[in-house]
């Protein structure tokens, strides 16, 4: 089953308005997650880097101001795209790390796709 | 410079064939990490499978199986006896530490369809 759960799926939002997607991990605790966008049939790039009880780290030509993370809890990141407009109509998707016998591994959420009209 | 080079945007295969998809990487980290990640249509990121860049054998996780090949800095995903659920986006990624909260990496993903 699922190890990390994205909420909501899809969310179509006028232009202007916030958005809150959130991100948990199931069963395990995340100190760290990763917000990822990724646009049509392109590559997933990475947005920022959630850390817990203290500021994320942003990707060079992200725009923090825009993109809010917050991570407050060991099992919850969200990502809030403040005042959208229609260039932040994307898929956006989370990751979180799970300590295995060989390596870290990265399991993501199932993605929410973005449509600001 | 590009990490991660998938060269291949779309491959077709039939039913029950094995099918491979290219990866290329570039590091000068001698210690980093190489994923593989299926994404069907609904978006979801599926983990397929890891290797490590001390790892000796080549990683295999039931169908699929990945051709580290570390001197041609090469890391192919094999899948065989291809279904039809295999159609879907494949992106390879790397990490460039094999241990460690580090960000990954990915392709620009290659497309397979399966069929009958």
Known sequence: GAVVSQHPSRVICKSGTSVKIECRSLDFQATTMFWYRQFPKKSLMLMATSNEGSKATYEQGVEKDKFLINHASLTLSTLTVTSAHPEDSSFYICSAPIPDREAEKLFFGSGTQLSVL | ?116
């Not at chain 2, 570039?26 to 397929?48: A, C, H, N, R, V």
């Not at chain 2, 295999?60 to 580290?68: I, V, W």
């Open chain 2, 1 to 116: 410079a590009q990490k991660i080079t998938q060269t291949q945007p779309g491959m077709f295969v039939q039913e029950k064939e094995a099918v491979t998809l290219d990866c290329t990487y570039d590091t000068s980290d001698p210690s980093y990490g190489l994923f593989w990640y299926k994404q069907p249509s609904s978006g979801e990121m599926i983990f397929l499978i890891y290797q490590g860049s001390y790892d000796q054998q080549n990683a295999t996780e039931g169908r699929y199986s990945l051709n580290f090949q570390k001197a041609r800095k090469s890391a192919n995903l094999v899948i065989s006896a291809s279904q039809l659920g295999d159609s879907a986006m494949y992106f390879c990624a790397m990490r460039e530490r094999p241990t460690g909260f580090q960000k990954l990496v990915f392709g620009t993903g290659t497309r397979l369809l399966v069929s009958p």
